[in-house]
Structure formats: structure tokens, C-alpha cells
């Protein structure tokens, strides 16, 4: 049994961070991969866009309704502070025309390295190759067993990530690992995905964007919320930044509108009838004058 003040379950970023800003004594940090990291080297295709320039109330406005739930975090430790933490260690940045902020050298691989020298620095210990079997919590402390050992420590920080990446470990392993402490789950549905329709018929624009197009979502023919942002056709339905962003808000039969002719129904209604109207008289015209 190897006894430590703080556990990281997962050696991502948020659990690389977590543990270099621990104020324990002992700390070691059990990742399940064979290399912390993994899926930090293929983020942003291995560019590793880390974080986004402005002002961080700025931030707020892109978490929907959870926004309130983030922004002590988001307060406690800004954009501003994380460009610094990493500047300070020597890593030049770059911000693209869009506000994305990236190292210079366009490597995922630097923020990594830093990470990872900064846990060498406070005598971290990663033990990878570790996966977690069973988290349990007694009266004084948590016991964890491993694959490879067993593990006891008084604080126990969950950083496993979500279920959306498999093969890069992100497989929802911290969701039971929570629930057997006794955590309530909120069941996790995708977010930032493109959109499969069924009978989905204009598979035939695959590969054709649209800017700035105004979405509506409904369900039980209720609108429910809006948005706007551009958008792909796919061979299966719909994606592009603009579907992207507005992708959690979706469930399974809910319905999609889009206006790409980007006019107020009514109106562009309006004016075709006149339009036809006028075409017509004007084909009526053409046609007296022939007789």
C-alpha cells in the first residue's frame, strides 16, 4: 500500500495542473495510458489551442446555462493567468485573427513538457500504466486499487474527463468512480458534435458551408432555443462550427430549422408571391403580343 496526501486520477492537463497547484506534501498522479498527455498531443490536430484572448466574462456567454456553475473556476484562474504560467516557464504564445491563443511553435507537445518538468520540479509522482479498478472512502481516507497496486491518501481529485475520446482514455471511467463516492450523475449526452438526421435526404449537398445561418430548435413542436453560426451539409446530416456549438442543446427527435435565406418567414413569403405574381402577368404579356 503506497500512502500519499493527494491522488489525481488522470494525467491529462487538468490533472498535470491540479497536481502541480496541490499545496500536499505527497502527491502522485495515476493515469491508466502508458504517457501522460495523450490526448493533450491531438488537441487542436496537435496545435493545441490552450486558451482564447479577451476578457474572461467574455468566457461566460459560450457555457450556455452552466455558466453560473463555472465561473468561480473561471474567476479564480483566468486566461490572463494561464498564459503567464506558461510564458513565465518559457513558451512563446501566438493568438490567431480569431483570438485562439497557441504556442508559437505550433506543438501541442511544448505544453506538454512543461507540464510534465513542472510535476519533475514538486516531486510529483506519475504512475502511468495505472488504470484504476475501484475507488472506496472510509472514515479517514480513500482507498484505491490499480492494476498494477494499491493506493491510500486523504484528498482524491477525479480528473479522468468525460466519454468523448476512447482510444485516448477519456472512456467515463471518473463517472462511476464519483457515483460510488456519492455523487449524483447527470447522464452525459455529446456536445460539440455534428448532427445525424434521420431519412436524411440532401445527402447530395454534402460538402456545401453556409455563413452565419439562423438555427431554431424545436421539441413537441416547441421552439426551445435559437442560434447562429455557419453550418455544413454532410452525408449524414448537418455540421460546422454554427451545429458545433449548438450540438448540447439537441436530443434524439427534436427538430431542426434553418433560415438560409436569412429573411423574416412572413416577409420572404410575401415577397415571392409578389415575385410570382409578377412573373406571371409578365408571361401573360409576352404571350398576348406573340398572338
Do not use: W
Request: net charge positive; proline share 4%; with cysteine.
Amino acid at each position: 500500500m503506497q500512502i500519499f496526501d493527494t491522488l489525481i486520477i488522470g494525467g491529462g492537463p487538468a490533472g498535470l495542473f491540479a497536481a502541480i497547484h496541490c499545496q500536499s506534501l505527497k502527491i502522485a498522479v495515476l493515469e491508466k495510458n502508458a504517457e501522460p498527455g495523450k490526448k493533450l498531443l491531438i488537441s487542436g490536430s496537435g496545435q493545441c489551442n490552450f486558451t482564447h484572448e479577451g476578457d474572461i466574462s467574455d468566457f461566460l456567454s459560450h457555457y450556455g446555462s452552466n455558466f453560473r456553475f463555472l465561473k468561480p473556476a473561471l474567476r479564480k484562474f483566468t486566461n490572463i493567468q494561464l498564459m503567464n504560467f506558461f510564458t513565465q516557464r518559457g513558451l512563446e504564445i501566438i493568438t490567431d485573427k480569431n483570438g485562439k491563443v497557441f504556442p508559437a511553435s505550433l506543438r501541442s507537445s511544448d505544453i506538454l513538457k512543461i507540464l510534465t518538468g513542472e510535476c519533475v520540479k514538486h516531486n510529483i509522482s506519475i504512475f502511468s500504466h495505472d488504470a484504476v479498478l475501484t475507488v472506496e472512502k472510509t472514515a479517514d481516507e480513500f482507498l484505491i486499487k490499480t492494476t498494477a497496486d494499491k493506493y491510500s491518501c486523504k484528498n482524491l481529485i477525479i480528473a479522468t474527463g468525460g466519454m468523448s475520446y476512447p482510444s485516448t482514455g477519456s472512456t467515463g471511467d471518473g463517472y462511476h468512480f464519483a457515483k460510488r463516492l456519492g455523487h449524483s450523475i447527470i447522464p452525459p449526452k455529446p456536445a460539440l458534435a455534428p448532427v445525424f438526421i434521420r431519412h436524411f435526404t440532401m445527402a447530395g449537398l454534402a460538402g456545401v458551408s453556409l455563413h452565419d445561418v439562423p438555427i431554431f430548435l424545436f421539441r413537441a413542436n416547441k421552439k426551445i432555443a435559437e442560434h447562429c453560426g455557419d453550418i455544413g451539409f454532410t452525408h449524414k446530416g448537418l455540421s460546422g462550427p454554427g451545429i458545433l456549438d449548438f450540438s448540447r442543446n439537441i436530443q434524439s427527435g427534436d427538430v431542426i430549422k434553418l433560415n438560409i435565406i436569412k429573411q423574416n418567414t412572413e416577409n420572404f413569403r410575401e415577397t415571392f408571391i409578389k415575385t410570382a405574381e409578377k412573373g406571371r402577368k409578365n408571361d401573360d404579356t409576352n404571350a398576348d403580343e406573340k398572338l
